[in-house]
Nanobody, 116 residues
Framework: QVQLVESGGGLVQAGGSLRLSCVASGRFFTMYPMAWYRQAPGKQRELVSSVARGGQTDYADSVKGRFTISRDNAQNTMYLQMNSLKPDDTAVYYC??????????WGQGTQVTVSS
């Protein structure tokens, strides 16, 4: 059964750092580009960052220079290092395939709360 499990969120002050992890079960992880998404209260889910199978990365303008995405294909795990966090980064963070038509069932996500 395909499963995506996010972890690493928490409460942090503005300027602080967190490292999120995403563990994927199933063979799809190594086949596709993967991505981190986030959804803030009252807002639509948005793409934060993506990483291709070979490691090429892309970032939303709002997080460029502050977040770093990476993946370990041998461990079916993806990471998001988040530095210089801002209150606007407060959201539930999810991982999934980077292509919408290939999305797997969403996991529970991990809550990130940044206090000012």
């Amino acid at each position: 059964q395909v499963q995506l499990v996010e972890s690493g969120g928490g409460l942090v002050q503005a300027g602080g750092s967190l490292r999120l992890s995403c563990v994927a079960s199933g063979r799809f992880f190594t086949m596709y580009p993967m991505a981190w998404y986030r959804q803030a209260p009252g807002k639509q889910r948005e793409l934060v960052s993506s990483v291709a199978r070979g490691g090429q990365t892309d970032y939303a303008d709002s997080v460029k220079g502050r977040f770093t995405i990476s993946r370990d294909n041998a461990q079916n795990t993806m990471y998001l290092q988040m530095n210089s966090l801002k209150p606007d980064d407060t959201a539930v963070y999810y991982c999934n395939i980077a292509t919408q038509r290939l999305w797997r069932p969403w996991g529970q996500g991990t809550q990130v709360t940044v206090s000012s």
